[in-house]
T-cell receptor, first 114, second 110 residues
């Protein structure tokens, strides 16, 4: 079975631009979470979605938004990009929305903001 | 606020030299503690989930243990392929998110 897939792999944007990152969960998984990982630090929670509903939101500004589609794939959108948004963006899927479900991570999207 | 502190930040071992990584945590109520392995440029790979103090889990050369304030990841007779960053994360009973530590980067020399 395919694991979590994310696209694109790498992305370079300039300050002020908008970006959309995409994630496809493992087949049969209904929950998707997004994390931001700055170099040298652990992942920081951004959002969790389950059955297309937002289940949790981390301490990120309103420039960050996300949604989940009927096929359980998800998009993360970031508006008005700042230099500090440069990071590895990770998507994780889990079977249900339970908080202690094992989360399976994708390879990430490396975003560079110039 | 939930906090996770991992130590040491970096650890260099010779092949076969056993050691332990530490994860200290502060949460209002622990729902679960997770260990992940992360290779450079890749997403974290799940290793273990621990739910209550006293619980232990093993996988090959790795063994994770949990107390009320910390968790240890014991590595027995490590090999160079065990080189990676090991991340610890906690979920609190009142939070729908995982809080991660900054990881311990392990290097095993042949």
């Amino acid at each position: 079975d395919a694991g979590v897939t994310q696209s694109p792999t790498h992305l370079i944007k300039t300050r002020g631009q908008h970006v959309t990152l995409r994630c496809s969960p493992i087949s049969g998984h209904k929950s998707v979470s997004w994390y931001q990982q700055v170099l040298g630090q652990g992942p920081q929670f951004i959002f969790q979605y389950y059955e297309k509903e937002e289940r949790g939101r981390g301490n990120f500004p309103d420039r960050f938004s996300a949604r989940q589609f009927p096929n359980y794939s998800s998009e993360l959108n970031v508006n008005a990009l700042l230099l500090g948004d440069s990071a590895l963006y990770l998507c994780a899927s889990s079977p249900y929305g339970g908080f202690t479900d094992t989360q399976y991570f994708g390879p990430g999207t490396r975003l560079t903001v110039l | 606020e939930d906090q996770v502190t991992q130590s040491p930040e970096a650890l260099r071992l010779q092949e076969g030299e056993s050691s332990s990584l530490n994860c200290s945590y502060t949460v209002s109520g622990l729902r679960g503690l997770f260990w992940y392995r992360q290779d450079p440029g890749k997403g974290p790979e799940f290793l273990f989930t621990l739910y209550s103090a006293g619980e232990e889990k093993e996988k090959e050369r790795l063994k994770a243990t949990l107390t009320k304030k910390e968790s240890f990841l014991h590595i027995t007779a490590p090999k160079p392929e065990d080189s990676a960053t090991y991340l610890c994360a906690v979920q609190a009973t009142n939070a729908g998110k995982s809080t991660f530590g900054d990881g311990t980067t392990l290097t095993v020399k042949p």
